[in-house]
């Protein structure tokens, strides 16, 4: 039986070791010298400068976000790049609910006014009775938010306030069909991102932060809300247009803005809640992420099926008794039958056959009923536009 070296490259929770039983994987440290490894666990750790090794099948990133992983060279080597979404979805769901509730009851300012109370014990609480109106707020109950992105947070999110009697729309144009199997029938559908703003009393961001998606919510948007309105963004940087949202503050559009994500011109001001990027920073969410990414590795190594990739097509396909091989490679037209001539041509009979593409690449497995001899490999790694064919002893 195959045994797999996995590289960790920061410090990940031990549920790792339940994931990976140490009689198939042996786990190397950031600093162990071996060079020869077949796949990375990692959390920030930056891997652009990092020289991979051939044998080099997989990078399972702890979290979300893959920034610190280079994407593109991956491919172009076969290496599968997997994430973790939805593994840190409770965190950052509890962490919104937190928000609209600060907000709404402006929570911060009381408390921090309550500190500045120097008063005898005697007169304390007759000056907290007396001043606490300053601070009345709003109940969430009845309000109307609306969610724009419903994947596996937006959907927590939005199943949540249905729970707690708010009323919920939900914008995603892109939905997938487990989300939309997941969400609660109480959420309702809005026809467009202006039906969403429009109608929204707090409004929550759970989109990612690709090219089209850089100042998501900008002037054009704002000025399509409600006054009075409170936005939260616990998503990503670089959703909300900053000077837009200043201006949007001034003309009472925004009430409070609840961000994740602040820096030195948003924290200072009054209407602005900012949190020091709290949204997975909890254990449970750091061991559900490690505990996802060592599964999908574990999976793909020992399977060849792929879950949750971010550069390669999801493929899962039962396992046969005999023998599997899988290839990575160019998504251009003939490349399975190239690979099943190969396959024909030296005696190979293929049980079954998959192929999935997503853009430019493309991924094969084959259950045969046959294993290969080392020259029919060689054969379809010479094919143009084969990038990595692996044997899967199953």
């Not at 786990?27 to 920030?44: G, V």
């Not at 009697?165 to 995603?172: A, H, K, L, P, T």
Request: glycine share 6%.
């Amino acid at each position: 039986m195959q045994k797999y070296k996995i590289k960790k490259l920061n410090a990940i929770s031990s549920v790792i070791y339940d994931c990976l039983p140490d009689d198939r994987y042996s786990i190397l440290e950031e600093n162990d010298k071996d060079d020869k490894y077949d796949a990375i666990l990692a959390r920030s750790a930056k891997c652009h400068d990092m020289v991979f090794p051939e044998r080099l099948k997989a990078i399972a990133r702890a979290g979300v976000g893959v920034n610190n992983i280079p994407i593109d060279r991956c491919t172009n080597e076969g290496i599968v790049v997997f994430n973790t979404p939805g593994a840190n979805a409770n965190a950052v769901k509890e962490l919104v609910l937190c928000g609209m509730f600060m907000a709404s009851r402006n929570v911060l300012e009381a408390v921090q006014w309550v500190r500045t109370i120097h008063c005898q014990d005697d007169k304390f609480m007759e000056n907290v009775e007396k001043n606490k109106k300053t601070f009345v707020g709003n109940e969430l109950c009845g309000k109307t938010l609306g969610v724009v992105g419903l994947g596996a947070i937006g959907v927590m999110v939005a199943n949540a306030a249905t729970a707690i009697g708010m009323n919920v729309i939900g914008f995603d144009p892109y939905i997938s069909v487990e989300s939309a199997w997941g969400m609660s029938k109480e959420v309702k559908r809005a026809l467009s991102l202006e039906d969403l703003l429009k109608q929204s009393d707090y409004i929550s961001l759970h989109i990612p932060l690709i090219d089209k998606n850089k100042n998501f919510i900008s002037a054009a948007e704002f000025s399509k809300m409600k006054k009075g309105v409170i936005l939260l963004n616990l998503a990503r940087n670089g959703l909300v247009d900053e000077d837009a949202l200043l201006g949007a503050i001034k003309k009472n559009i925004i009430f409070k803005y609840v961000t994740d994500f602040p820096n030195e011109k948003l924290a200072g001001l009054n209407c602005v809640v900012p949190i020091p990027h709290l949204g997975a920073s909890t254990p449970e969410s750091e061991e559900n992420c490690a505990q996802m990414a060592a599964e999908r590795l574990r999976e793909f190594l020992e399977t060849g099926n792929i879950t949750h990739s971010v550069n390669m097509p999801d493929c899962v396909v039962p396992l046969s008794d005999n023998y599997r091989i899988t290839a990575i490679h160019k998504n251009l037209p003939n490349m399975v039958g190239q690979m099943s001539k190969v396959l024909g041509d030296n005696g190979c009979n293929i049980a079954e056959m998959v192929n999935r593409s997503k853009g430019d690449v493309a991924y094969t497995v084959f259950n045969l009923d046959e294993p290969l001899d080392q020259s029919t490999i060689d054969k379809l790694n010479e094919i143009e536009g084969v990038i990595k064919v692996r044997i899967i002893s199953v």
